[in-house]
């Protein structure tokens, strides 16, 4: 399992803060991650559509498609950051 | 060593950046910055705005970044303090206090500081105007201020 977290625009959206979810497959990414939540239903293929501004953050680091991911990992999308 | 504090309370600007050269003798210059609400943005008037950040990697991220400017400049000491929650304008936001023997190091790395917070730190910014509520976008001019400072 690993746990999901979404701020911001993207919690809204999403109506979802925080969830634990299986891993899609072993050896998994962020990529294969995305995959599995743009299949799900509602307002999901949108907010994860190519295209769409967001950010992806693998155990409080910044990262990306290809950052690999493991059991117990907490992994965040959120939108663009606007502080300051 | 850097300070690093996410908060809701405001903070005094002037204790806060005292404690960059208190009981020392080095320091030749401290450069501050304070962001601040403002009562107008985008051609919208702003009532308020609620800031969100990401407990525990918003500390972490403004920790790398001034470890960064500690790496790239001659630093004494750093202080980056940021309000989280509900804020009205005039209110502030954001303290960034640099020390350093000369003042180069400091105005530059206080710039450095900021323009990284602007476009790595987990913050959100959403307002509140007569229209209703929406999320601040992020800026291309702010990840033109931080590409500056590359290579």
């Given at each position: 399992?690993?746990?999901?977290?979404?701020?911001?625009?993207?919690?809204?959206?999403?109506?979802?803060?925080?969830?634990?979810?299986?891993?899609?497959?072993?050896?998994?990414?962020?990529?294969?991650?995305?995959?599995?939540?743009?299949?799900?239903?509602?307002?999901?293929?949108?907010?994860?559509?190519?295209?769409?501004?967001?950010?992806?953050?693998?155990?409080?680091?910044?990262?990306?498609?290809?950052?690999?991911?493991?059991p117990g990992d907490e992994i965040a999308f959120f939108p663009p950051v606007t502080g300051g | 060593m850097p300070t690093v504090r996410v908060q809701q309370e405001d903070f005094d600007v002037g204790r806060e950046l005292d404690t960059l050269m208190r009981d020392r003798v080095d320091v030749g210059a401290v450069a501050s910055f304070v962001g601040l609400v403002r009562d107008l943005n985008d051609g919208h008037a702003?009532?308020?705005?609620?800031?969100?950040?990401?407990?525990?990697?918003?500390?972490?991220?403004?920790?790398?970044?001034?470890?960064?400017?500690?790496?790239?400049?001659?630093?004494?000491?750093?202080?980056?303090?940021?309000?989280?929650?509900?804020?009205?304008?005039?209110?502030?936001?954001?303290?960034?206090?640099?020390?350093?023997?000369?003042?180069?190091?400091?105005?530059?790395?206080?710039?450095?500081?900021?323009?990284?917070?602007?476009?790595?730190?987990?913050?959100?910014?959403?307002?509140?105007?007569?229209?209703?509520?929406?999320?601040?976008?992020?800026?291309?001019?702010?990840?033109?201020?931080?590409?500056?400072?590359?290579?």
């Amino acid at each position: 399992m690993v746990t999901l977290l979404y701020f911001a625009s993207l919690r809204e959206s999403l109506r979802c803060s925080r969830e634990e979810v299986a891993l899609p497959s072993s050896n998994a990414t962020v990529a294969a991650l995305i995959e599995s939540l743009r299949s799900r239903d509602g307002p999901w293929p949108d907010a994860f559509a190519p295209g769409k501004s967001w950010r992806v953050a693998v155990n409080q680091r910044m990262a990306d498609l290809a950052t690999p991911i493991k059991p117990g990992d907490e992994i965040a999308f959120f939108p663009p950051v606007t502080g300051g | 060593m850097p300070t690093v504090r996410v908060q809701q309370e405001d903070f005094d600007v002037g204790r806060e950046l005292d404690t960059l050269m208190r009981d020392r003798v080095d320091v030749g210059a401290v450069a501050s910055f304070v962001g601040l609400v403002r009562d107008l943005n985008d051609g919208h008037a702003i009532r308020g705005m609620t800031l969100e950040h990401y407990p525990g990697m918003t500390e972490k991220s403004l920790e790398d970044i001034c470890a960064e400017a500690h790496a790239r400049w001659k630093l004494l000491d750093s202080l980056v303090i940021h309000r989280v929650g509900s804020l009205a304008p005039g209110d502030r936001i954001v303290l960034v206090g640099v020390s350093s023997a000369h003042r180069g190091d400091a105005f530059e790395a206080c710039e450095f500081i900021m323009d990284y917070l602007k476009t790595r730190a987990p913050f959100w910014k959403r307002e509140d105007t007569p229209e209703g509520s929406r999320w601040v976008e992020a800026k291309a001019s702010d990840d033109g201020a931080a590409e500056r400072w590359k290579g």
